[in-house]
């Protein structure tokens, strides 16, 4: 119920207005978001890096209503690569379609991509297509595939693995030799869509990790801070990253070859754990002033992210 109602005001306009005027809100956020600033996110891509850390890096935004606000997205997107690439970081991006213009126009959203994708192309920089709420995947879908009928490749995507389609996703889109990441969804979708109990969903990531990890068996790739690997599985699950361990080295996959994906501002001693283990870890970077839609569904994910929230409100 809680989730239910914390994703219900992600989305709510009189709940932006109203959270954001709070000081302490914005506060409590920072947890989560590395700054309004490229230049504050790009001090803490420095800092993961130094810590051996690579990076996704998103610039906070999405449900855009003007092609203008469309294009002003697609120019800090490339400059956020032009910077990227100068620093020398170890980091990819990660971009939302509705944040380009899904929700206005399908061939000014596939034209913004094109022009992130080629520049990111440029800087050897992989882009990875959030996936959003349901109403956006098909279209995301198309436009993906779109761009790599044009031979643009270095775009990736996400399977949420709350959706009854995303096996079926994800053995098309291994045999289609794309790259894609793992998540459990963050959305609240239909159950004629999405599996409304949680263990069902932890199952059906379990089944795609092990596809994941059997198809990494034979295609030899590895993390490296500019692109990941085909099995490249984002969550903080302690019992999901417990059964991916085991079955990658049940299945005798290199640890280079599985890549754990998490979000900034949460679980920092289970990231520092799992690369002093020797596996590849990638933290979610967001930044920019957009933060009350990313932050409310933070909270609606983990109890404990709540209890931060609140205790910030506490404190005033």
Not at 62 to 81: F, M, W
Not at 252 to 260: C, D, N, R, S, V
């Amino acid at each position: 119920m809680i989730r239910a109602i914390l994703i219900y005001l992600s989305k709510a306009p009189w709940a932006l207005r109203v959270v954001t005027g709070w000081r302490f809100a914005r506060r409590a956020a920072s947890r989560f978001i590395a700054g309004d600033t490229l230049e504050e996110a790009l001090k803490v891509i420095q800092t993961l890096n130094a810590r051996s850390m690579f990076v996704t890096l998103d610039h906070l935004g999405e449900n855009v209503n003007t092609s203008e606000k469309a294009l002003s997205a697609t120019e800090d997107y490339l400059e956020s690569l032009l910077r990227i690439n100068q620093a020398g970081a170890e980091s990819n991006i990660s971009v939302k379609l509705t944040q380009l213009g899904l929700n206005i126009d399908v061939d000014l959203c596939f034209s913004n991509l094109h022009r992130i994708a080629s520049r990111a192309a440029e800087y050897g920089i992989m882009v990875r297509v959030d996936i959003e709420d349901f109403s956006t995947v098909d279209r995301t879908w198309q436009i993906f595939r779109a761009l790599r009928a044009e031979g643009v490749t270095n775009v990736g995507i996400a399977v949420q693995s709350y959706l009854y389609r995303s096996e079926e996703d994800t053995k098309e889109l291994l045999s289609e030799g794309a790259h894609f990441r793992l998540c459990k969804g963050a959305y609240r979708e239909s159950p004629d869509v999405a599996y409304p109990r949680k263990a069902d969903v932890d199952a059906n990531f379990d089944r795609i990790v092990k596809i994941l990890i059997d198809a990494s068996l034979t295609n030899g790739e590895v993390s490296t801070g500019k692109v990941p690997p085909v099995a490249a599985i984002a969550t903080h699950d302690p019992a999901r990253i417990d059964f991916a361990r085991a079955y990658r080295e049940k299945a005798g996959l290199p640890k280079e070859a599985l890549e754990f994906q998490m979000l900034h501002g949460i679980r920092s001693d289970l990231q520092q754990e799992l690369k002093d283990s020797g596996y590849p870890v990638r933290i979610y970077v967001p930044y920019g002033t957009e933060w009350y839609p990313y932050f409310m569904r933070r909270l609606a994910e983990r109890p404990a992210n709540l209890w931060f929230f609140l205790s910030n409100l506490f404190r005033g």
